[in-house]
C-alpha cells in the first residue's frame, strides 16, 4: 500500500468554478515529487487536499491508508506538513524558535523532544542563527526556510512544499538539495510544488504535469521532460541542457552535462 494514495478526486468551489478534475496517483515513502504547471493547472488545490486542508467533493485521499475525511486539518497537519508559498500565511510567533516550536507545544511534546526537533530542524535549514530573532526582521528567503523548519520539526510522514524555489538565491537552492536528500533518506514523502524546471531536472526523479485540472503526465523527470508536446501543452519550457540535447539530436534522454557533450564532440569527430 502507497503511502499516499489520491483516488479520482474533484474539487469545485461554492461559486461553481472546478479547480481540480478527476485527478489520480500515489507516492510511496522516500519518494520526491515535484508537481508542475502553469498557474491555474490546479497544482495547488490538489496538494491542499493532501492534508485537509481542503476536501475533495469527488474521490478521496488516503495517508497511510486512512481517509482525509476522517480527520481535522489540525489532526492531518501531524500526518501531511504544508508549507505555503507565502511565509507571511503561516508565521505568527515572536521568535523563530517559538515559531518553529509552536506545533510540538500544542501536541505537548516533552520539552527535551521539543529542544531536540527544533535543533535539529534549524541545522538542517540553516537558521540556527536567528532563533532568536523576530521572523519579521528576517529577508523573504529566510523566513520561507523558518516555515519550513516548523513542518520538519512537526517529523510528518509526508512534506509540502509550495513554491520553496521563489526568492532563493543559489545558496537557498542548495540547501533545498540537500533537504530533499536527508529527508527522503528518513523515508519522508517529498511533494513540491515549483516552476523551476531546471531545479526539478536537478532534484526529482519523478514530476507530475497538470493542465487545466488534469494530471497530463506522470513519470520520470527525464522521460517526461524530453516529452516536447507534453511540456508544450502545459506550456512549461524545457530546460536548457533538455533543449540542446534535443536539437543536436541525442536520441538517450539525459541531464547529464558530460554525456552532452561527449556526443558533440564525438559527432565532430565523425564529421572530422
Known amino acids: 500500500m502507497a503511502l499516499v494514495e489520491v483516488k479520482n478526486i474533484s474539487f469545485r468551489y461554492p461559486n461553481g468554478y472546478l479547480a481540480v478534475d478527476d485527478v489520480s496517483f500515489s507516492i510511496e515513502a522516500g519518494e520526491n515529487i515535484a508537481i508542475i504547471g502553469q498557474n491555474g493547472a490546479g497544482k495547488t488545490t490538489t496538494v491542499k487536499m493532501l492534508n485537509g486542508l481542503t476536501k475533495p467533493c469527488e474521490g478521496d485521499v488516503l495517508i497511510q491508508g486512512e481517509s482525509t475525511r476522517k480527520y481535522t486539518t489540525a489532526q492531518m497537519a501531524r500526518k501531511a506538513g504544508y508549507v505555503f508559498q507565502n511565509p507571511e500565511d503561516q508565521i505568527f510567533n515572536a521568535t523563530v524558535y517559538k515559531e518553529v516550536e509552536y506545533g510540538l507545544k500544542k ?9 531536540r ?4 530542524a534549524a541545522e538542517l535549514t540553516g537558521i540556527g542563527p536567528y532563533l532568536e530573532m523576530n521572523p519579521y526582521d528576517l529577508p523573504l528567503s529566510i523566513r520561507k526556510f523558518v ?3 516548523s513542518v520538519i520539526a512537526s517529523d510528518c510522514d509526508v512534506m509540502i512544499f509550495d513554491e520553496p524555489t521563489a526568492g532563493q538565491d543559489l545558496d537557498g537552492l542548495e540547501r533545498l ?3 530533499n536528500r536527508v529527508l527522503t533518506k528518513r523515508g519522508k514523502a517529498i511533494v513540491t510544488i515549483t516552476h523551476d524546471m531546471e531545479f526539478v531536472a536537478e532534484n526529482y526523479d519523478r514530476v507530475i ?5 488534469k494530471v497530463i503526465a506522470d513519470g520520470k523527470t527525464k522521460d517526461v521532460f524530453f516529452e516536447k508536446e507534453i511540456m508544450s ?5 524545457q530546460p536548457a541542457l533538455v533543449r540542446i540535447a534535443s536539437q543536436i539530436g541525442m536520441t538517450q534522454n539525459t541531464f547529464d552535462l558530460r554525456e552532452v557533450a561527449a556526443f ?6 565523425i564529421q572530422g
Open 264 to 269: 558533440i564532440e564525438n559527432r565532430r569527430q
Open 107 to 115: 501536541r505537548k511534546m516533552p520539552i527535551e523532544e521539543c529542544e
Open 209 to 213: 504535469v497538470m493542465c487545466q485540472k
Open 233 to 237: 501543452k502545459a506550456m512549461l519550457k
Open 177 to 179: 538539495s540537500e533537504l
Open 147 to 149: 516555515t519550513i523548519a
Open 117 to 120: 526537533r527544533v535543533n535539529d
